[in-house]
C-alpha cells in the first residue's frame, strides 16, 4: 500500500494535560500527590495507545510527536519535536514545518487522546482524504463524537496544513474549507476529554497502557460510567 500521509501528533506536558479527568482519580486512596501522579499516568497512557494504533497503521509515512516530554516517556518512536508552548495549534504548525522543511508529502494533526483508535480506521481516513484530494479537495477532517471538536486534520500534498483545533473546532475546519469524513470510526472519534468519554472507550476497548491503568486505579467516577469493555482492544 502506498504511504500517503505524514503524521504529526501533539502531546501535551502530562502535568498540565486533561484537568477534566480529575474525576476519574478524585475516589483513588492516598494523598494529593499520588492522585495527581495517576492522573499523569492516565494522560500518558490515553496517548501511548493512541501513538501504538498511529505506528501501526500502513498509510502514516513519517510520525512526528511534538511535546516537552522525554521520548522515552512516551514510547512514541518516530520523530521528536520540542513543543516550545503556544497552545495546540502552535505545536501542530511546528509539526507540519519541520515536515515541511524535509520534503513532506500530505501532512495530517491526530490528537493524542484516542485510547480505542485502531489502525485501520486512521487508515481509512487517510484513504479516503487521499480520494478527496485527488477530486480537487484542499483538506479534510474527522469530527469527534460529539460532533463539536476535531480528532483527525488532512492537508493535500502542497497545502499548508492550517489548525483550528479548540472549541467548536469541527465547525472552524469546515468554515475554513475543510471537507468532513464520514465514516464508521468510533475509536478515531472517541476523543477523551471527561470521564464519560473514557467510560465510552473502555466500552469500545482500550489500548493496553489505558486497559492497564484502569484495571489498577479502578475509579469508581470511571468504573460507574463504564458498560463492559470490548474483548480485543487494540
Request: net charge neutral; charged share 25%.
Amino acid at each position: 500500500m502506498d504511504v500517503a500521509v505524514d503524521l504529526v501528533v501533539p502531546v501535551k506536558e502530562l502535568r498540565r494535560a486533561k484537568s477534566r479527568l480529575a474525576p476519574a482519580v478524585a475516589d483513588l486512596p492516598g494523598d494529593d500527590a499520588d492522585r495527581e501522579q495517576a492522573h499523569r499516568a492516565l494522560a500518558l497512557a490515553l496517548a501511548r495507545d493512541t501513538l501504538r494504533a498511529a505506528r501501526a497503521a500502513h498509510r502514516v509515512g513519517r510520525l512526528v510527536v511534538v511535546t516537552a516530554e522525554p521520548a522515552e516517556r512516551l514510547g512514541a518512536g518516530g520523530e521528536l519535536v520540542r513543543d516550545e508552548g503556544g497552545g495546540l495549534n502552535a505545536a501542530v504548525r511546528r509539526g507540519a514545518a519541520h515536515l515541511h522543511g524535509a520534503g513532506a508529502r500530505a501532512v495530517a494533526a491526530l490528537q493524542a487522546d484516542l485510547p480505542a483508535l485502531r489502525p485501520e480506521e486512521l487508515d481509512d481516513a487517510l484513504r479516503r482524504a487521499s480520494a478527496l484530494f485527488a477530486g480537487g479537495a484542499g483538506a479534510a477532517f474527522v469530527a469527534d463524537h460529539a460532533g463539536t471538536g476535531t480528532t483527525l486534520l488532512v492537508a493535500a500534498p502542497g497545502r499548508p496544513l492550517r489548525p483550528r483545533f479548540g472549541p467548536g473546532s469541527a465547525w472552524a475546519h469546515a468554515r475554513s474549507g475543510a471537507v468532513a469524513l464520514d465514516g464508521d470510526w468510533p475509536g478515531l472519534r472517541g476523543d477523551v476529554d471527561t470521564v464519560a468519554d473514557l467510560a465510552r472507550a473502555r466500552a469500545l476497548g482500550t489500548g493496553p497502557a489505558t486497559s492497564a491503568w484502569c484495571d489498577d486505579h479502578a475509579a469508581r467516577s470511571v468504573t460507574d460510567h463504564a458498560p463492559a469493555p470490548t474483548p480485543g482492544g487494540y
